[in-house]
């Protein structure tokens, strides 16, 4: 129902745009504060806390929106950032809106093997978001949070133009999130528009 939404938002915007999911995050990484980012840039991007939480908090209304959510093997590169085999993994998308208006566009990964996805509910969020789940876990622990630049050219401005945004040309984050059985990659990219471009 969700994919279908988007797909009828993009045609009535006139973009056109149908999106094969998932997307690619290919791009240079970096796990440093950059001297290019200003005070807000790396407040929002380092955030070690949950990033659902601190969006509620600029917020009266959170909602998210569901793109994609399958099970699919783990890239080389995916199964080498959570330190796993290339195994099965649940592949979730989703767009967190504040209030109506897109904020962030969000990727996350939690191989199957061996995890225990009942524990938190990671099997059946729907439209419940992660962040709000596993922070309730006293033992969660996030990895070293990796930061890159996407622009027009990237395959995630697809997204922008979808939601009728302006020019895609955002910082994202990526980072590991362990849980005392169960570890997670997540992907935060911060659209057009957000907290990270209007707040000062």
């Known amino acids: ?46 955030e070690t806390s949950s990033l659902t939480a601190r969006l509620k908090q600029n917020s009266q209304y959170f909602e998210v929106k569901v793109l ?46 061996k995890q225990q996805l009942p524990n938190h509910n990671l099997g059946s969020l729907g439209e419940k978001p992660l962040g709000e789940q596993i922070f309730k876990d006293p033992s969660i622990k996030r990895d070293i949070i990796e930061i890159a630049k996407f622009n027009a050219n990237h395959p995630i401005a697809n997204i922008a133009k979808m939601l009728d945004l302006d020019e ?20 935060e990219i911060f659209l057009p528009g957000s907290f990270v471009e209007t707040q000062t």
């Open 1 to 46: 129902m969700d994919k279908l939404f988007y797909d009828l938002m993009s045609y009535f915007f006139g973009c056109c745009i149908v999106l094969d999911y998932p997307l690619t995050l290919g791009n240079n990484w970096f796990d440093s504060v950059l001297d290019e980012l200003n005070e807000t840039e790396r407040n929002w991007l380092f």
């Open 168 to 187: 895609l040309n955002s910082w994202g984050r990526r980072s590991v999130l362990s849980l005392a059985l169960q570890k997670l990659l997540v992907c």
């Open 68 to 113: 994609s959510e399958i099970v699919q093997d783990l890239t080389l590169e995916q199964a080498d950032l959570l330190k796993v085999d290339v195994q099965s993994a649940l592949f979730r998308e989703v767009v967190l809106y504040c209030d109506n208006k897109p904020q962030v566009y969000a990727q996350s990964w939690i191989p199957l093997d």
